[in-house]
């Protein structure tokens, strides 16, 4: 029998949505010839998924292939068309036509380490003025959603006159194509496929790309709902960084601890002269030390031992890691560490972890 195949088209970078070509009912070579438009940038990587359903009444859709496509790959100003080969067996292929465009509008600000990617945020407030509602509508719910924002969807009871309504947030990718959908709560609702008459009833639907930034816009004042909405840009500072180094403060500590550290060895070796700052070692190399320092006489052998040593502790399984033997080993050392008066992180569990996975003991680790 002949397949009901569509497309669908994601790209994470772009748009949360995933959007669909329509169904080309039994067809063995369908043709879509539809236009999809994402906007995106070019300091980020941008992976178009593609993949080609056959529509089921009944059943699930069955997924019958899917394509990776980097855009990078299509040059600025540049109209390509490419054939992409689905089964070498029957001979089945997709062919898409790409099209890359500036546009005039400014470029994004992106803050990234080449590895994560910081983009600009924007915060919708959503209002709904309950002063005028109908009592009947009053004691309904509804439900709002920003697909790919931070909270997602909320609910809102719009309450009585007397306890007027607080305002919703939504923290969102600002150029991300975010639409904001409001339905009744007690139905179920078809925030992303509103296709019927009736559906489209119960379901509003905002495009948030098109609201002036910093301004309340009202839009919809009848006798269902009073709301109004307004976007304004997130400036607030990153709560992670970004950067691979250590961070300033942290290079700072380590600066000072190696001037207490050389004259504490200068005064204990008897040196006659300073310490230099390259002659203070400090991590990483904590742990080579004392695992070399092992063997009083390690200078004088050969290192292929501890380098042999150092690659079984590679190579070895890992699982062992998290027997319940090491979990209550970790569970007990957090519990002393916190008993001494330290805050305890993700970051103390690591460390026992690779403490677990680089050596068979307990790591002892110099640390100037």
Request: hydrophobic share 35%; glycine share 2%; with cysteine.
């Amino acid at each position: 029998s002949q397949t009901d195949c569509y497309v669908s088209l994601s790209l994470p970078t772009a748009s949360p949505e995933t959007v669909r070509t329509k169904t080309i009912k039994n067809c063995k070579d369908p043709v879509w010839n539809e236009t999809f438009c994402f906007r995106i940038q070019s300091q980020v990587k941008n992976i178009l998924e593609m993949k080609v359903y056959d529509e089921n009444a009944v059943t699930k859709d069955d997924l019958l292939f899917t394509i990776l496509f980097d855009v990078a790959k299509i040059q600025l100003g540049e109209n390509v068309r490419l054939t992409f080969q689905l089964n070498p067996k029957t001979q089945e292929m997709l062919e898409v036509e790409f099209a890359s465009e500036s546009i005039p509008v400014p470029p994004e600000k992106l803050v990234t380490n080449g590895v994560l990617v910081s983009r600009e945020i924007s915060c919708l407030e959503v209002l709904v003025d309950n002063r005028w509602t109908k009592k009947e509508l009053s004691e309904k719910e509804f439900l709002f959603s920003v697909k790919g924002s931070y909270e997602e969807s909320q609910t809102l009871s719009l309450g009585s006159f007397w306890q007027p309504t607080k305002p919703l947030d939504f923290h969102y990718i600002k150029y991300s194509l975010s639409e904001l959908h409001v339905a009744l709560a007690e139905k179920k609702p078809h925030f992303y496929s509103c296709t019927s008459g009736e559906e489209k009833k119960d379901c509003l639907t905002i495009p948030l790309d098109l609201l002036p930034l910093n301004e309340k816009v009202t839009v919809a004042k009848d006798e269902t709902i009073n709301l109004h909405v307004k976007s304004n840009d997130w400036s607030r500072n990153l709560d992670v960084r970004l950067e691979f180094d250590l961070c300033t403060e942290e290079k700072n500590f380590l600066q000072k601890r190696k001037k207490f550290v050389a004259s504490a060895l200068k005064k204990a070796l008897h040196l006659e002269q300073d310490l230099q700052d390259h002659e203070v070692w400090g991590r990483p190399y904590g742990l080579t030390l004392s695992h070399l320092y092992q063997s009083s006489e390690w200078s004088h052998k050969d290192l292929s031992r501890p380098i042999g040593e150092v690659r079984r502790h590679m190579t070895k399984c890992k699982l062992s890691c998290f027997s319940l033997e090491s979990l209550k080993y970790y569970a007990k050392e957090l519990k002393l560490r916190k008993q001494e008066g330290y805050q305890i992180s993700s970051v103390d569990f690591w460390g026992l972890l690779l403490e677990k996975a680089l050596s068979d003991g307990v790591a002892f680790s110099l640390c100037f």
